[in-house]
């Protein structure tokens, strides 16, 4: 299987918001991984609370809910802001202290916004990309079964797929995360060859695939 991007212009208005819920996306994803208790806690909570048919006791209990998680994140960041910082707990906390507060106002029933440093880091990743006239480069990303191919003009970058730690979905992007924190923003709209609704699960695959069989081969 191959899919095939030829990158243009990022000057969709929409891109903002949905770079920031990528980036929410990928911070809850290593929050998970640093603190799986905390989320099997929070997951739970959520679980019980959805199945409550009466909304004002709904109510009362995810306000219980988000003071839980605003103390459990305030505990995380204490040490993770103290020397040596540890970031793995300053996202963990950041993100529990986000969620507990998004609970504790659950009445205005608003979507939940993207924590400042996630809008932070979309606006930083979309300015890279809207500094550069793509119309005039022709960039081109190709997927298949050796891993990701970026051309254009004299420069050529390979990764592996081994390399490629994980992939995000919006309404008109996905966000590959490769090399620890490289990340490569691609829009819907430039994929040429391939089927979109098979992108994001073949890309999950390979990962999980190629993850696997390094762990395999390491132990």
Known sequence: MEFLFRITNYDEPALDAETAELMQQRLEVRSREAVPGLWKVTDRLNA?????????????????????????????????????????????????????????????????????????????????????????????????????????????????????????????LWLLVYGGENALLLQKKDLISGEAEEFLPYIQGKIIENHSSYKGEST
């Open 48 to 172: 019980c609370a959805a199945r409550g048919p009466d909304w004002e006791k709904r109510r009362r209990r995810y306000r219980i809910y988000g003071a839980f998680l605003v103390a459990l994140g305030v505990f995380a960041l204490v040490p993770g802001l103290m020397e040596p910082r540890i970031p793995s707990l300053i996202a963990s906390g950041g993100f529990a202290v986000v969620m507990g507060v998004w609970c504790l106002c659950l009445r205005e029933r608003k979507p939940l916004r993207p924590p400042a440093s996630c809008r932070k880091e979309a606006e930083a990743l979309l300015a890279g990309r809207r500094a550069v006239n793509w119309s005039e480069t022709a960039v081109e990303v190709r997927f298949d079964e050796t891993g990701m191919t970026v051309s254009g003009g004299v420069h050529r970058e390979e990764v592996s797929g081994e390399d490629m730690n994980g992939v995000f979905e919006s309404k008109k």
